[in-house]
């Protein structure tokens, strides 16, 4: 059974970099064929997908969010951590990490249970 833990501050100053990290258990982040997502979802919207690390190391993003997200992972530790620079409070939100096999892209099977953070001064 794969389980994802999203953690990380739950408050963050506006122009700040919000980082969070998710750890994975019950498999490997470099086991094929996977990608590793991060998403979220603003209070009162739909989720929306952030970006993805896929299990060679390649990443995708958001076009919309590009310019400000990074994502990267520690294969010792089973991690993956998300990166967004320059937050607003339009950043609030609940982040979420998944796993998406790539047969059925961007469907995910499996997810944390999410985490708020707060963009506030």
């Known amino acids: 059974q794969v389980q994802l833990q999203e953690s990380g501050p739950g408050l963050v100053k506006p122009s700040q970099t919000l980082s969070l990290t998710c750890t994975v258990s019950?498999?490997?982040?470099?086991?094929?064929?996977?990608?590793w997502s991060w998403i979220r979802q603003p209070p009162g919207k739909g989720l929306e997908w952030m970006g993805a690390?896929?299990?060679?190391?390649?990443?995708y993003y958001s076009p919309s969010l590009k310019s400000r997200t990074s994502i990267s992972r520690d294969t010792s530790k089973n991690q993956f951590t998300l990166q967004l620079s320059s937050v607003t409070p339009e950043d609030t939100a609940v982040y979420y990490c998944?796993?998406?096999?790539?047969?059925?892209?961007?469907?995910?099977?499996?997810w944390g249970k999410g985490t708020q953070v707060t963009v506030s001064s």
């Open positions: 998944a796993r998406v096999p790539v047969s059925s892209w961007p469907y995910m099977d499996y």
């Open positions: 019950g498999g490997s982040i470099t086991r094929n064929y996977y990608y």
């Open positions: 690390i896929a299990y060679s190391g390649s990443t």
